[in-house]
């Protein structure tokens, strides 16, 4: 079973709307959680992590953590059609041997 | 921004012969990471590293081998490449595991 669950698998929506990324975990041992955006063509890069349960706001992106529920949302407003892209959810266990688990990604697509 | 390099950008190999693919990063970050993407299946790690000399399998390690002789440097192997490992390769830097990765722009394989 996939340790890190995405949904939806794609999305589009309008240029200025927002933009809902949701991220279920399976593995109550997660306890770090990311958000990668991978352009065509080029290598994934961080939007943004959050550790503690709440929101964390970074300009446009908001993300959510519920490490009761282990569900991890990624909030676009106003989006634009340069944050269409392949956005994968990430998480990482406690301890020093823990690896980083990808889920399989959402293709968002902006529409101008 | 960290940056990491790989090499070669696209690389079209023969069943059976040997591959070298290779990374370089000069952040001075102490772990590195080589993973594979697939359509489906999102971002999979083959192999990391904690420094140089040493080398961890990851999640699907079977088929490949890894090399880290440098702080800077880290090369995945496919010492009898078969078409099934046709993909894009990514390798990633970070400090430590709770730290942020950062991607290198990935090397397309095609394996013949």
């Known amino acids: 079973q996939q340790k890190v669950q995405q949904s939806p698998e794609s999305l589009s929506v309008p240029e200025g709307g927002m933009a809902s990324l949701n991220c279920t975990s399976s593995?109550?041992?997660?306890?770090y959680f990311w958000w990668y955006r991978q352009h065509s063509g080029e290598g994934p890069k961080a939007l943004m992590s959050i550790f503690s349960d709440g929101d964390k706001k970074e300009g446009r992106f908001t993300a959510h953590l519920n490490k009761a529920s282990l569900h991890v949302s990624l909030h676009i407003r106003d989006s634009q059609p340069s944050d269409s892209a392949l956005y994968f959810c990430a998480a990482l266990s406690g301890g020093s041997n823990a690896k980083l688990t990808f889920g399989k990604g959402t293709k968002l697509s902006v529409k101008s | 921004e960290a940056a990491v390099t790989q090499s070669p950008r696209n690389k079209v190999a023969v069943t059976g012969g040997k591959v070298t693919l290779s990374c370089n990063q000069t952040?001075?970050?102490?772990?590195m990471y080589w993973y594979r993407q697939d359509t489906g299946h999102g971002l999979r790690l083959i192999h990391y590293s904690y420094g140089a000399g040493s080398t961890e399998k990851g999640d699907i390690p079977d088929g490949y081998k890894a090399s880290r002789p440098s702080q800077e440097n880290f090369s995945l192997i496919l010492e009898l490449a078969t078409p099934s490992q046709t993909s894009v390769y990514f390798c990633?830097?970070?400090?430590?595991?709770?730290?942020?990765?950062?991607f290198g722009p990935g090397t397309r394989l095609l394996v013949l």
């Open positions: 952040n001075n970050h102490n772990n």
């Open positions: 593995d109550r041992n997660f306890q």
């Open positions: 990633a830097s970070g400090w430590v595991n709770q730290d942020t990765q950062y």
